[in-house]
């Protein structure tokens, strides 16, 4: 049977083969109709088996479907068969993107109705749509609950950025997606939709209509059909709050000298925030400050320091160019900081003369010392070194990073060492100190994603983490121990410090440093604060991955600390340290 049957197939093929031979575009045609078909099929599974990615890696970043308002549009429907393609492909209509006032209060529900209808902020009505809220679910330490809000595909509450999970979306990822692009408010639609925005611009309706679970956690509700739960980002202060390509810095009262402190002004007609932030821009300032229809624009100087803010109620008025956006007026100005970079504090370079006089600047790993070189190299105009080499620091700018640390040609040295004879041989130090929970959060994330990167959540939840913590949190406190003991010189800092109240913090520095302090460089440093090395949005995990194990034996740790420090007369460790 066998021997019968190979003649046949043989004549098979052997006819198949003729036929395409006298007829070569018909077997092109026939590789055309394969290869056709086979990238249908690889289509087809493409789209049905994700629509939304969450990243392989599960450090929470997501990718952005649009940006703009355009998005789709929320059906009555709940099924996520084909409506879904329907929704994530009308996303890419973009409406119209504008800023608007950062600064509308939550308590002005009286304002509500005069705006209702007329696309105005509603944000100061939001107690209605609060209802049935407990209080930790409206404010739990990142974010205030705010209400339901009407959404309208042509005209967005939330007209940012946007970006859609159908499979696992949920509030926190939300939250975090859009803290970590800097906006304002964060709001869920039809259970997996997220939108961000500086503003909303729809009025809250009954919380009733926000009734859809979200698909990634049942036990939180997500919006609804063309409906917004919205929630206000407690945003800390270093996290810009960005309106366009400018960022919100606050009401200032007006200086004493407004021509010499601003130099350059116009007044513009049918005033508005883009207005006098791209004149200013165009010429070339760092600051723009509204004040009614005048636009001033400067840089930050000792005549206008921003650091006195005022209440932003004090520069309510609105622009007559954007009735939306506040203005300022002639005696409290509204100041936006441009794109423009300030100069004054960008120069770098090498000693002139090398020193003999090494100055560590000391930290245990995950306690910013990488950004308080960034400071120090801005308010100083020298390098910083390091007693190790990092590539990828060296590649960012910090170009002591190749140097000898005993070279003498820079301002100091970055360690991560604590035994006595490494201590032992630099004539003074900088320690930086941070709050353990903090800083081994940022090491272990350092460690297992990069200097601005994140461990990934097999990371955390593997483990890796237990371990680090145990060999890691006895060092941390056994580090500031040592430098305490055998430092010569010391200068203590704390994080948290630096961040409150970086002008005067990072002055001392530069006296310590024995450098002469140049205010106007420092006023520069807190517009370009941040660095390259800025972990930005909320943190990264949706629980607590200390033990009561864990924190039991690091709050003993920060009263070892503490004690150590207050027997130098120094000030122990700031109250965000210490255990509740």
């Given amino acids: 049977?066998?021997?019968?049957?190979?003649?046949?197939?043989?004549?098979?093929?052997?006819?198949?083969?003729?036929?395409?031979?006298?007829?070569?575009?018909?077997?092109?045609?026939?590789?055309?109709?394969?290869?056709?078909?086979?990238?249908?099929?690889?289509?087809?599974?493409?789209?049905?088996?994700?629509?939304?990615?969450?990243?392989?890696?599960?450090?929470?970043?997501?990718?952005?479907?649009?940006?703009?308002?355009?998005?789709?549009?929320?059906?009555?429907?709940?099924?996520?068969?084909?409506?879904?393609?329907?929704?994530?492909?009308?996303?890419?209509?973009?409406?119209?993107?504008?800023?608007?006032?950062?600064?509308?209060?939550?308590?002005?529900?009286?304002?509500?109705?005069?705006?209702?209808?007329?696309?105005?902020?509603?944000?100061?009505?939001?107690?209605?749509?609060?209802?049935?809220?407990?209080?930790?679910?409206?404010?739990?330490?990142?974010?205030?609950?705010?209400?339901?809000?009407?959404?309208?595909?042509?005209?967005?509450?939330?007209?940012?950025?946007?970006?859609?999970?159908?499979?696992?979306?949920?509030?926190?990822?939300?939250?975090?997606?859009?803290?970590?692009?800097?906006?304002?408010?964060?709001?869920?639609?039809?259970?997996?939709?997220?939108?961000?925005?500086?503003?909303?611009?729809?009025?809250?309706?009954?919380?009733?209509?926000?009734?859809?679970?979200?698909?990634?956690?049942?036990?939180?509700?997500?919006?609804?059909?063309?409906?917004?739960?919205?929630?206000?980002?407690?945003?800390?202060?270093?996290?810009?709050?960005?309106?366009?390509?400018?960022?919100?810095?606050?009401?200032?009262?007006?200086?004493?000298?407004?021509?010499?402190?601003?130099?350059?002004?116009?007044?513009?007609?049918?005033?508005?925030?883009?207005?006098?932030?791209?004149?200013?821009?165009?010429?070339?300032?760092?600051?723009?400050?509204?004040?009614?229809?005048?636009?001033?624009?400067?840089?930050?100087?000792?005549?206008?320091?921003?650091?006195?803010?005022?209440d932003e109620e004090m520069c309510l008025q609105h622009c007559a160019g954007e009735d939306f956006e506040s203005c300022g007026n002639n005696d409290f100005f509204v100041v936006y900081q441009t794109q423009v970079q300030d100069n004054r504090c960008m120069d770098r370079r090498f000693l002139p003369t090398r020193s003999k006089h090494l100055v560590a600047l000391a930290s245990f790993p995950g306690a910013g010392n990488t950004w308080a070189r960034h400071l120090i190299e801005l308010a100083t105009g020298y390098y910083t070194g390091s007693y190790y080499f990092d590539g990828s620091l060296y590649n960012k700018g910090f170009k002591g990073e190749r140097d000898h640390w005993r070279s003498g040609r820079t301002i100091c040295i970055k360690t991560h060492e604590s035994g006595k004879k490494e201590i032992e041989a630099f004539d003074a130090s900088i320690l930086m100190i941070r709050n353990p929970y903090k800083a081994l959060m940022a090491e272990f994330n350092r460690k297992y994603g990069g200097h601005i990167g994140f461990a990934s959540q097999a990371h955390w939840r593997g483990k890796e983490w237990p371990e680090f913590v145990k060999n890691y949190a006895p060092w941390w406190a056994s580090h500031t121990l040592d430098w305490l003991k055998y430092g010569k010189q010391v200068q203590v800092v704390h994080f948290e410090d630096l961040k409150r109240n970086l002008f005067s913090e990072l002055k001392g520095m530069v006296i310590f440093l024995r450098l002469e302090v140049s205010e106007d460089r420092l006023l520069c440093v807190e517009g370009q604060k941040d660095g390259n090395f800025k972990r930005s949005g909320l943190r990264k995990l949706e629980y607590d991955p200390y033990t009561p194990e864990m924190r039991a034996t690091i709050d003993g740790l920060i009263k070892t600390v503490d004690t150590a420090l207050r027997k130098r007369n120094l000030s122990g460790v700031p109250e965000e340290y210490k255990p509740r």
């Fill in 1 to 310: 049977m066998c021997v019968a049957r190979e003649p046949i197939m043989a004549r098979s093929l052997l006819k198949i083969h003729r036929y395409f031979r006298r007829k070569p575009v018909r077997f092109f045609s026939f590789i055309l109709l394969y290869l056709t078909a086979g990238s249908l099929v690889f289509l087809h599974s493409g789209f049905s088996s994700d629509t939304s990615t969450t990243g392989a890696s599960g450090s929470g970043r997501d990718p952005l479907i649009s940006e703009g308002g355009g998005g789709p549009g929320a059906g009555s429907s709940t099924s996520d068969g084909p409506r879904l393609l329907g929704r994530v492909f009308k996303e890419t209509r973009r409406a119209p993107r504008r800023f608007g006032p950062p600064w509308m209060k939550e308590n002005r529900a009286h304002d509500a109705p005069e705006w209702a209808g007329r696309g105005f902020d509603h944000t100061n009505s939001w107690s209605h749509g609060a209802k049935g809220r407990t209080t930790k679910e409206m404010d739990d330490g990142r974010a205030k609950y705010i209400g339901c809000y009407v959404d309208d595909t042509q005209k967005r509450a939330l007209r940012g950025v946007s970006f859609f999970d159908y499979k696992k979306m949920t509030v926190f990822r939300c939250q975090d997606n859009c803290a970590e692009r800097g906006y304002l408010y964060a709001g869920l639609e039809f259970g997996a939709e997220c939108y961000c925005g500086h503003k909303i611009q729809a009025p809250n309706v009954s919380e009733s209509e926000c009734n859809m679970e979200c698909k990634g956690e049942k036990s939180n509700l997500c919006g609804g059909p063309n409906r917004l739960s919205i929630y206000r980002l407690e945003l800390s202060q270093e996290s810009a709050r960005r309106y366009g390509s400018a960022i919100f810095k606050g009401c200032f009262k007006r200086p004493d000298n407004v021509t010499l402190a601003l130099p350059a002004s116009a007044i513009i007609k049918n005033m508005s925030v883009d207005k006098c932030v791209d004149m200013c821009t165009e010429k070339e300032f760092s600051l723009a400050a509204l004040a009614g229809e005048k636009c001033h624009c400067g840089f930050p100087t000792p005549l206008f320091t921003l650091h006195e803010r005022e």
